[in-house]
């Protein structure tokens, strides 16, 4: 059963990619001049994305190099260490609506001073799976199809972000604490 398995997965999206293609050229789909367009539209939405993520960038830059992340772990570290949550998780879970690279770059530091197996190595794992870089989706998507006012689903998307953390925390807690 594994091997079998193995074998779809490495198959899948070669596959895929080649069905996609073929099943246009079947239906009569100008496949190359289709996909010419959309590689056209990919740029313009690209060049107008760029503002957006600039940014968005800045922004987080300055919530790490202001001293305001390390302020807020400092100030919610006694409260959450009593419940049992270690305070080197805490940043994660700031970070991780703000930009995907950096808390990857966090959880894989995590990782290795701690270890993958340690109660704070599944945590930032379990964290990473758990939520999403709510902020950048965001930028892009909205600032994609010209978006001004996106307040309510950056309210979703933290609330969802925070309802992860918390999820994650609880479920390693239950099951590796």
């Not at 959309?38 to 060049?47: E, L």
């Not at 993520?53 to 790490?64: D, K, N, Q, T």
Request: include cysteine; proline fraction near 5%; aromatic fraction near 12%.
């Amino acid at each position: 059963m594994i091997a079998l398995i193995s074998i779809i997965s490495a198959w899948a999206i070669p596959l895929l990619i080649a069905f996609i293609p073929l099943y246009g050229f079947v239906r009569k789909v100008p496949v190359y001049e289709s996909f010419i367009d959309g590689a056209k539209d990919g740029f313009s939405t690209a060049v107008q994305i760029i503002p957006h993520l600039v940014g968005m960038m800045v922004a987080i830059s300055v919530f790490r190099a202001s001293g305001a992340l390390d302020f807020f772990v400092g100030w919610t570290a006694p409260f959450l260490q009593s419940l049992g949550v270690p305070s080197e998780i805490i940043p994660l879970g700031l970070l991780r609506p703000l930009t995907g690279t950096g808390s990857l770059a966090f959880a894989t530091d995590l990782i290795s001073v701690y270890g993958p197996d340690s109660l704070i190595g599944r945590m930032a794992s379990t964290i990473q799976g758990s939520t999403d870089t709510t902020l950048y989706v965001l930028t892009v998507y909205m600032g994609a199809v010209g978006i001004r006012n996106g307040r309510y689903a950056l309210k979703v998307g933290l609330f969802s972000d925070a309802v992860g953390f918390v999820a994650a925390i609880a479920v390693c807690l239950v099951f590796f604490g």
